[in-house]
């Protein structure tokens, strides 16, 4: 069973992938450890400040472990170091009521992070700060604020793909790729 519990942190629509990680963080390389906890430390730090700060200035993590997303979230360029970023800051799912098809399939294909479509618009209903358990086998989110459970759509096999750490990492595994 996957739960994650944690902060939540709520953005709106359209949260583009320039938003996700500014274009002056694509030098840090994700496969260097140091790079990547760099690279997490950026996370959503092209957000207007009136969101608040995702990874607290001077930190390398969030307390966020969910983020609450609207229509479209991950607009924008390909840039695989999206997902990438929002994993490395310690992030480790976004619910939305839609995603950009290219950042979905990033989410995917790195492992990093588990995409939740809402049917809910949970946006305009969630705040910032407040506590959450999001159970991935049975497609819920409670709110411990209001102790309200959100049916979520169903991911299907791509919590398998996730949980292997990725596509190759699952490729591997499920005897697709040669080891």
Same mark, same amino acid.
């Given at each position: 069973?996957?739960?994650?519990?944690?902060?939540?942190?709520?953005?709106?629509?359209?949260?583009?992938?320039?938003?996700?990680?500014?274009?002056?963080?694509?030098?840090?390389?994700?496969?260097?450890?140091?790079?990547?906890?760099?690279?997490?430390?950026?996370?959503?730090?092209?957000?207007?400040?009136?969101?608040?700060?995702?990874?607290?200035?001077?930190?390398?993590?969030?307390?966020?472990?969910?983020?609450?997303?609207?229509?479209?979230?991950?607009?924008?360029?390909?840039?695989?170091?999206?997902?990438?970023?929002?994993?490395?800051?310690?992030?480790?799912?976004?619910?939305?009521?839609?995603?950009?098809?290219?950042?979905?399939?990033?989410?995917?294909?790195?492992?990093?992070?588990?995409?939740?479509?809402?049917?809910?618009?949970?946006?305009?209903?969630l705040k910032?700060?407040?506590? #959450?358990?999001?159970?991935?086998?049975?497609?819920?989110?409670?709110?411990?604020?209001?102790?309200?459970?959100?049916?979520?759509?169903?991911?299907?096999?791509?919590r398998e793909?996730?949980?292997? #750490?990725?596509?190759?990492?699952?490729?591997?595994?499920? #005897?697709?790729?040669?080891?």
């Amino acid at each position: 069973m996957t739960i994650i519990s944690g902060k939540i942190f709520v953005a709106g629509d359209n949260i583009d992938t320039d938003q996700i990680i500014p274009a002056q963080y694509l030098n840090l390389v994700p496969t260097i450890p140091a790079e990547l906890e760099k690279l997490g430390s950026h996370a959503l730090s092209g957000l207007p400040d009136s969101y608040g700060k995702f990874v607290p200035e001077g930190q390398l993590k969030t307390p966020y472990a969910i983020i609450i997303g609207g229509r479209n979230f991950g607009c924008g360029s390909s840039r695989e170091h999206a997902p990438v970023c929002l994993g490395a800051a310690g992030a480790r799912a976004v619910v939305a009521e839609s995603f950009a098809r290219i950042f979905f399939r990033n989410c995917i294909a790195t492992g990093q992070l588990y995409p939740v479509e809402t049917p809910a618009r949970l946006c305009e209903r969630l705040k910032t700060g407040d506590e #959450g358990e999001l159970d991935l086998e049975r497609n819920t989110l409670t709110v411990k604020r209001t102790g309200e459970t959100i049916a979520l759509r169903d991911s299907g096999a791509t919590r398998e793909v996730i949980a292997a #750490g990725g596509l190759f990492d699952y490729a591997r595994t499920a #005897g697709l790729i040669k080891k």
